[in-house]
């Protein structure tokens, strides 16, 4: 069919072709390089065997109240499936991952595993370049 006719048929059973935008923000992590992402070195395999050698961290919200949103960012151990440290918070500020790092630090008293490594999805706080120097202090991949 020629794309005139198409046009016309649309035209009469009153259908929108919705064209999806770019997202423009996307576009500029790209061009500003700020936010990289780590290479993924576990592919899936989390449980690598040994406690506290695979952590595994991602945020979630809960309603509470009159169906207020708080956020909860937790780090989990991979092997126990133990909930390591978390921070409950009502904003997705960055302070809610560094809180959560901290508690993590607290927690793990020097009982690390030299090959130790944290695994997140590519979310904005996870490649943020401030969230992965404070890993690289704690000591984590």
Not at 49 to 70: C, H, M, N
Request: one cysteine or more; charged letters at 30%.
């Amino acid at each position: 069919m020629y794309h005139k006719k198409i046009r016309r048929l649309m035209n009469k059973f009153n259908l929108k072709a919705r064209i999806r935008q770019a997202n423009p923000y996307k576009k500029m992590a790209k061009a500003t390089h700020e936010h990289k992402v780590v290479p993924n070195l576990l592919n899936r395999k989390f449980n690598q065997g040994e406690p506290r050698k695979t952590f595994l961290t991602d945020i979630t919200y809960v309603y509470w109240g009159s169906g207020q949103p708080a956020y909860l960012s937790c780090v989990k151990d991979a092997v126990t499936r133990e909930i390591v440290a978390y921070h409950l918070s009502r904003s997705l500020k960055m302070d809610i991952v560094y809180r959560t790092l901290e508690k993590l630090a607290d927690s793990l008293d020097e009982l690390l595993h030299p090959e130790a490594m944290i695994h997140s999805d590519q979310g904005v706080h996870y490649t943020h370049p401030e969230f992965q120097r404070r890993v690289k202090k704690l000591g984590l991949m």
